[in-house]
């Protein structure tokens, strides 16, 4: 499989200020910002603004500056959101990718959720 991006996907109208996003943290290489379906009480997704489909193109094509601030970005989130687990009760990381991975929005990210116990990692197939 190549990884063709298409920019016309949802992140990349919000990178672009197309549509209107609640942002949370804005580095020189990432976003984050709420999902708009919330699934826990805590619910960030963090991209990187590069045009990178899923976390396996991201790690193949990104700069080393834009892994770092990816990284950190997805620490400094959890941090702001009181879920990390210096000082909290921790969260769940979920990056989703292609078909067999249910992702539904072909541009690199992984969603922080947290603020409460999480169920099961993986639900029946559906
Ligand atoms: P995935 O299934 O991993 O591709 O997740 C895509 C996520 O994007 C879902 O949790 C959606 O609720 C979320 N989402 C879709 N459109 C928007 C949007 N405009 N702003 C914020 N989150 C969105």
């Known amino acids: 499989m190549d990884y063709a991006y298409d920019d016309q996907n949802i992140f990349a109208k919000i990178l672009r200020g197309e549509i209107p ?6 580095t020189e290489h990432s976003l984050a910002f709420r999902d708009l379906y919330p699934q826990a009480s805590v619910h960030v997704l963090v991209i990187p603004k590069g045009p990178y489909i899923s976390y396996d193109h991201f790690a193949a094509a990104a700069s080393d500056a834009e892994i770092v601030d990816f990284t950190r970005a997805v620490g400094e989130v959890c941090r702001l959101e009181g879920v990390s687990l210096d000082a909290n009760d921790g969260f769940r990381l979920i990056s989703n990718a292609g078909e ?14 947290g603020g409460e116990r999480m169920g099961r990692m993986v639900q029946p197939k559906g």
């Open 21 to 26: 996003n609640t942002t949370v943290l804005e």
């Open 100 to 113: 067999h991975g249910v992702q539904e929005v072909p541009h690199l990210h992984v969603h922080i959720l």
